[in-house]
């Protein structure tokens, strides 16, 4: 057979098995309600085709496969192995164990700063001989404005641990654990015990201790003040609730206190809120850097970690624009960075955040499409991304549960979405052929059981895999 031929009969063979593929899909669409809105988007990454396509253009609420975005976007223009960076800087240097002057933590909005290394920032102070502040000690959050909320965040999220603030001061991922135990006589309040020192956060209980359990609702206001409402069973154990720490500030003020008091280095007063002097020379005594990004993407697509994807659209904005970072400028960065290389056009979209948590966001299924075919050309983009996608069945990611057994899931790399009446799929799927195919499955508008429509994700995602 002649090149051409050969040539010939590969196209005729691609095209009946793109065809039998559209077939199989529209088959198993035909399980999926008629009063839903559901958007596919399937092409391969070989040969550019579009292998399946429904409703590509129209605009749906993404819910957590919105992560791409930013993972895309601070790939692209931090690189792989860019740092946050939280510094303690003075006016003055460590002279005979005394720093003559004010103390400043600079905080850069790492989403992955611990109680640990904010200790270990105190600590190496006193392993460089400081004994002594003869001024005051300030936390400067001015990396990141005052709005620790997108527009179109729910208020009954802002309770829990997924919706934690986003400010340039973040510590254990805002958030905290809270123990609930039942009273020892049915009617009584439980007791609350909060994973925190004493006075950072406030309680109105209303859970009572009842012969049944009920979904313990969560409400949280400004200033660490919660309202929990539902009823605990008298004969259960204890149970825990993660949630968010609405005003971090408080608990980085009573670690540092806390850190300095154990290390035996007292200074002026008390800790406050203050910017780092910019008419001075400055030294910088202690700094932890965050670890790279490659590894903080990795957590925020396998686990679906919402601080850390909003965390980097302040981030993206701060660092493009070289300004304070906010939502509005963070959202327009990752805009500017990708519409070039991706051809999307951001004014047909909205996007407000990097988690999807907000309901304002709407995307197209082809626009994902169009983020996933630019970064799987992209050389420098793609390892790193492929790898931070959950490959279906992985153990602790949000794909765990979902196409256990079949032999074909490892090879599929997918990040998943899902909300009040939303869920979505979008991903990476090599056929037995060797053709990586890009998808992207969103469903919006049901209101029975999540799990029939996931289902479907994942009936559709093997059948690319075959």
């Not at 529209?26 to 596919?40: D, F, R, V």
């Not at 500017?336 to 907000?358: E, M, V």
Request: proline fraction near 5%.
């Amino acid at each position: 057979m002649g090149k051409s031929s050969a040539f010939i009969f590969s196209l005729i063979l691609c095209g009946t098995t793109y065809a039998d593929l559209k077939t199989d899909i529209n088959q198993l669409l035909q399980a999926a309600p008629n009063n839903i809105h559901q958007g596919i988007y399937v092409q391969s990454m070989k040969t550019k085709h579009v292998l399946f396509e429904k409703n590509q253009h129209y605009l749906f609420t993404p819910a957590s496969i919105l992560k791409i975005v930013p993972a895309i976007a601070s790939l692209k223009y931090l690189g792989k192995d860019y740092q946050f960076k939280t510094d303690v800087i003075s006016a003055s240097p460590i002279h005979h164990g005394v720093i003559n002057g004010d103390v400043y933590f600079k905080f850069s909005g790492d989403p992955d700063f611990r109680t640990s290394d904010l200790q270990k920032l105190i600590a190496n102070l006193k392993h460089k001989g400081l004994k002594k502040i003869n001024g005051h000690v300030y936390i400067d959050k001015s990396a990141y404005d005052h709005a620790s909320y997108p527009p179109g965040r729910v208020y009954d999220d802002m309770g829990y641990y997924y919706s934690a603030p986003v400010s340039a001061i973040s510590l254990n991922e805002n958030n905290f654990a809270l123990r609930i135990d039942p009273s020892n006589a049915l009617g009584q309040k439980a007791k609350l015990t909060p994973i925190l020192p004493t006075g950072i956060v406030t309680f109105e209980n209303e859970v009572i201790t009842a012969p049944h359990s009920s979904i313990i609702k969560i409400y949280a206001s400004p200033s660490n003040h919660y309202l929990l409402q539902g009823n605990l069973n008298i004969k259960a154990k204890h149970i825990s609730r993660k949630m968010a720490l609405t005003e971090p500030e408080k608990l980085v003020k009573s670690v540092i206190t806390t850190s300095f008091q154990n290390n035996q280095i007292p200074f002026i007063g008390s800790v406050k809120q203050g910017r780092v002097p910019s008419d001075k020379k400055l030294y910088t005594l202690s700094t932890h850097f965050s670890k790279p990004l490659k590894s903080l993407i990795r957590v925020m697509l396998t686990e679906s970690n919402n601080h850390i994807a909003d965390s980097l659209v302040k981030k993206l904005g701060q660092v493009y624009y070289q300004k304070q970072g906010t939502w509005g400028n963070g959202v327009k960065a990752m805009e500017a960075i990708l519409a070039k290389p991706t051809g999307i056009d951001f004014k047909k979209n909205h996007i407000t955040d990097g988690s999807g948590l907000s309901r304002y966001d709407l995307m197209t299924p082809k626009q994902f499409g169009k983020l996933l075919n630019y970064a799987y050309n992209d050389k420098q983009i793609f390892p790193v991304f492929y790898q931070a996608l959950p490959q279906a069945g992985e153990k602790g990611s949000t794909l765990a549960w979902r196409m256990k057994g079949d032999l074909r899931s490892k090879y599929i790399h997918a990040k998943t979405g899902s909300m009040g009446g939303v869920t979505a799929l979008v991903g990476y799927a090599q056929s037995k052929t060797g053709d990586v195919r890009s998808f992207v499955i969103i469903t919006n508008g049901f209101v029975d059981k999540r799990k029939a429509h996931s289902k479907l994700e994942d009936q559709l995602a093997l059948r690319l895999a075959t």
